[in-house]
């Protein structure tokens, strides 16, 4: 079953220029697109999948990742809650994926704060 795509109160989706950004904090020398290809990816997994499944759930991730490392902190909050919050009903709550995707939240919430 489809659900409808998940677009986190506030996001700008789609409005962001296409530029590159990396995260030399957790990631040294990988190279990132940012923006728009990160929403396309994620709003296609969305639609074919499930915003619950597995693979949507890493999209949500990885463009909280880059939104992080774009500085776009605030903005990048509600896509890593998501993931978090997938990962633990999908996943369950010791899977790795769900506890990389909680450490990002929070790491994000404190940076938001």
């Not at 709003?43 to 759930?57: G, I, M, N, R």
């Not at 990048?76 to 996943?91: C, E, I, S, T, W």
């Amino acid at each position: 079953m489809r659900g409808q795509p998940y677009h986190p109160p506030g996001s700008q989706s789609g409005t962001r220029s296409f530029r590159e950004c990396t995260d030399e904090q957790t990631h040294p020398g990988e190279v990132w697109r940012s923006g728009t290809e990160y929403r396309a990816v994620l709003a296609l997994k969305e639609k074919v999948l499930s915003p619950e499944h597995p693979d949507t759930l890493r999209a949500c991730f990885d463009l909280a990742r880059c939104l992080r490392a774009d500085s776009e902190i605030r903005e990048a909050v509600p896509f890593a809650q998501h993931a978090a919050d997938g990962a633990r009903k999908v996943l369950g709550l010791e899977h790795p994926d769900t506890k990389k995707y909680e450490q990002l939240r929070q790491q994000l919430l404190v940076k938001s704060n």
